[in-house]
Structure formats: structure tokens, C-alpha cells
């Protein structure tokens, strides 16, 4: 049997929308690996760890569909086309997907594709590295004291634009986690300036439970000039509020505002 | 050798932080398990699936920490000092918490404890209820054109009132998920019809991800007796916002307003 030819006994059609984690291979669930296991097909993300590839079957096809900053060859349409017509080729398609499905993942419309093409479909969570990448620094996303909620927010819309619920954002006392924003960095500082908030915590973490892994942990006022210093860029994510001031890294941070408010 | 009695060999004290997920067995990652495997002793809560027991080594000790209401025999301090004790005297201590550790998980006071105890602590994160339970519904907590955030919030403050993000969350476009509020689910209702937003989709779901699993779709005005009628109570999490009209219960509500608006 060849990778690229469908097996002749007819196998049932179905979809599995596996959320992969924040990047290290074991951070997959148990049911996400029997999942793959048993996958005909696994169609990956970028941000996909590919040692994950190892779960599935050798035989298994595998077919990368990250969408990258200047290449548009998979178009969120190509990937559902890619995943239907997988799945009524060759069987159970796995379609992993960095962190989960649903935080900023497109998910549904893939469920909404398959149930279009009447393909059963489930899914299989993952961890977000919205709640993750921070707790792997041991920056809790809430804690009693400091936090009774936390705000996830995208910084890339779907025009272009900030979102306007960061600009509500920056007005609460929630953790702040921002994914897919570290571009627009100095723009969203701005809006937690013009609140009065220049002393608010950050932390920047590019690469986020990987051997790769970046830490830029400053304020609002500084935290432009310390990842501009330490070289963070994408894939990274910003988490601002008052948690991030338990990192060891703040400490000498803290010193400093203590002593300029004398 | 007895579960009920430490090595002679010393071992060394060290503490491992797990996110057990939101119920069903299989959604620990495999850096759980094998975090579990290498357990001398496991401390788990009253949420974490007892059959995860399986995945730690069978002389391992194992000690249910659970804090349930009327029950305060496990004060969040006496767990601190146990989880220390048994590290001293056993080595290896897994505690095993529901969902993520710092999601409402007092993961943080935990590390803290062990820091000021000298005893290396480590954390592996979970699958958080907040994302996983409405995931699994097919619910996304983020869906292009309907939402560009999520807000997590407890029902539960320290001070037993509702938390005042709950008021600024309902002044937002972002999807809404309260966990442990349940029981407060009439006072929060109140908070979003002052806002005018009666026809708000809401789903409450207990027992999220595991075979008991009850789901009550809904609106704003209508979801409290929809709740009484399925009998839906704790642990349960609620989902407010324009992403539970996704789901296929809400298809005959979304006529019965249309319907309304004429």
C-alpha cells in the first residue's frame, strides 16, 4: 500500500478536529493521539509540532496546510475542499489544528463544511496556549487578589484593524491575553496608556512551551523596548494584568516603580 | 511494599502541577500521564476522573483532596501542607487538578507553597472547561462575524458576591463564560437584561465532556427555566453570547425571535 493511493476496501468518511497544543508534542491529549492513531489522512497546521506525525500511522498521508504571511496557496476554502474530499477518498481525515479548534481556529466553519458534504464530525479539544504559554511560566491567567477573570482577544481581525474589544479591554481589571498580536504591539500599548495603566505588567512569550521558547516580562511603558531587545516576534503572546507581576522576572521591574512612587 | 508507607530509598521531593481536563479520562495529555507514571504519590480533586488513578503506578498513595460545599475538611491551606509532607517523605508527589491548574485552580498558591518550602515544582496544563465543554457542543467560544473574543469569569468570588467583570462583560460583544455560577444563574441573567440583551443566546452545560453530560440551550429571558425544567445544577458552565446560536437546539429559538421581531 502506497501513502498516495486511496486503499480499495471502501472505508466510512469521517472527520476529527484535533486540537494539537501550544507546540510541545506531548501536550496532545490521550484521546487526540488515539484519534490519530486510527487516521487515514492528517491534514497539519503551521503551528503544528510535526513529531506529532509519529502518532499516526506510517501509511497514513500526510499533508501540511499552514497558511503563512505572504503564501495563500491554502485558503481556508482549499483546506475544507482538501479535508471533504480526503475524507470520502480514503476515511477518517484528522484535521490537527495548533492549540483548540475553536479559539481563533476557524473550527466551526470546518464542522459546518463537513456537515455540508454530510460527513460525521467530531472534536477532540486542545490546550489553548492562551491559558498555557503563560501557566508554563508560571504566570496563573487568574488568582485570587489579582484576578477574577481572563480576556482573550484576538489582535489580528478579520479587517485589519485592533479590535474594539481590546479598547473595552484595556478599561477592566481582567487578565489580558492577546494571541496573533505581537505585530501590533506598540498600537495596543498605546490603548492601556491612554487608560493611565503605564505601570500594568507584560509578558511576551514567542514560541511558548518549546525548546525555543522567548520571555520579555516588563510594563506597559517598557515592554516595546525589552522585546525589541530580546528579538520576539511571531508566533508570540502578550498577556497584560496584574498576574504577570508574580513572574520572578518582575521583581526588579516592581523595585523600580516602588521606588519612583517614592 | 505497602501504598501506605514511604520508601527506604531517599527519593528526591519534587511536585508536579496537572491539569486533569474537564472530566472524560482521555483528555489528559500525555505529559499528564507520564507525569502520573513516575507519581510516588497522587492528590486529586473532587472534579479529576478517578480512573486516571490507572495511569499512576498502583503502589503509588493516592489522596482525594476535594473541597465540596458543607465539606471543609481540605482547606486550600491543609492541601498546601500535605502536598509538602508527602513530597518530603514519598518524593514525587502529582497534584491532580480539574481543567487547567490557574484557571481558577489556586495553582499558583500552590507553586508558591512549594517555592517557600525549597521543593522544585513544576507545571503540565489541562484542558480548561471554559473552551473544552463548549467545544465538545460544537459551540465555539471564537467564530468569525460573531465573536473576536472570550471572557472568562468566575460566579464564585471570595466574597461570595458576582464579580465586577461580570457587569463590564455584559457591556461587551465578547463570548461570555462563567464558570462555577450555576447557582447564581437568575442574578446573572439580570445583569445582561439590563442591558436589553433578552435575546441573547445562552447554553448551560453540566457535566461537560463525560457521559452525564446535560446541555439547556437557551436565551437570556428563558434559560433559568429551561435550567429547572432539565434539572441542571453544579458543576456546570454557562455560555453567553451570539456563538450558542450555533448550536441545533437554538434553531427553533432563533425562529420563535424572528418570529417575535415579525
Chains 1, 2 share one sequence.
Not at 487608560?195 to 515592554?223: R, W, Y
Request: no cysteine; charged share 20%.
Amino acid at each position: 500500500m502506497k501513502a498516495d493511493k486511496p486503499q480499495n476496501i471502501a472505508k466510512e468518511a469521517r472527520i476529527t478536529l484535533v486540537g494539537a497544543g501550544p507546540g510541545d508534542a506531548e501536550l496532545i491529549t490521550l484521546k487526540g493521539i488515539k484519534a490519530l492513531q486510527t487516521a487515514d489522512v492528517v491534514l497539519y497546521d503551521a503551528l503544528v509540532n510535526e513529531e506529532m506525525m509519529d502518532f499516526a500511522p506510517a501509511n497514513a498521508v500526510k499533508v501540511y496546510v499552514g497558511k503563512r504571511s505572504g503564501d495563500h496557496s491554502h485558503s481556508q476554502e482549499s483546506i475544507n475542499k482538501l479535508m471533504v474530499d480526503y475524507a470520502l477518498n480514503y476515511g477518517h481525515v484528522v484535521r490537527l489544528k495548533g492549540g483548540d479548534p475553536f479559539v481563533f481556529g476557524r473550527g466551526y466553519e470546518e464542522l459546518d463544511h463537513a456537515a455540508l458534504h454530510n460527513i460525521p464530525a467530531t472534536v477532540i479539544p486542545g490546550i489553548s496556549s492562551s491559558i498555557a504559554v503563560p501557566g508554563l511560566q508560571h504566570i496563573p491567567v487568574t488568582h485570587r487578589g489579582l484576578s477574577e477573570s481572563f480576556w482573550v482577544v484576538t489582535g489580528t481581525t478579520t479587517d485589519g484593524k485592533i479590535s474594539d474589544d481590546l479598547y473595552k479591554a484595556a478599561k477592566t481589571n481582567a487578565t489580558i491575553v492577546v494571541l496573533m498580536g505581537v505585530h501590533k504591539l506598540a498600537q495596543i500599548t498605546k490603548i492601556f496608556k491612554t487608560e493611565g495603566k503605564h505601570a500594568l505588567p507584560v509578558a511576551v512569550i514567542q514560541n511558548g512551551s518549546t525548546e525555543n521558547e522567548k520571555v520579555a516580562i516588563g510594563a506597559i511603558d517598557t515592554i516595546v523596548e525589552i522585546v525589541e531587545e530580546k528579538q520576539i516576534t511571531s508566533p508570540a503572546i502578550i498577556i497584560i494584568g496584574e498576574v504577570v507581576s508574580l513572574h520572578p522576572l518582575y521583581q526588579p521591574i516592581k523595585e523600580f516603580y516602588d521606588v519612583a512612587k517614592g
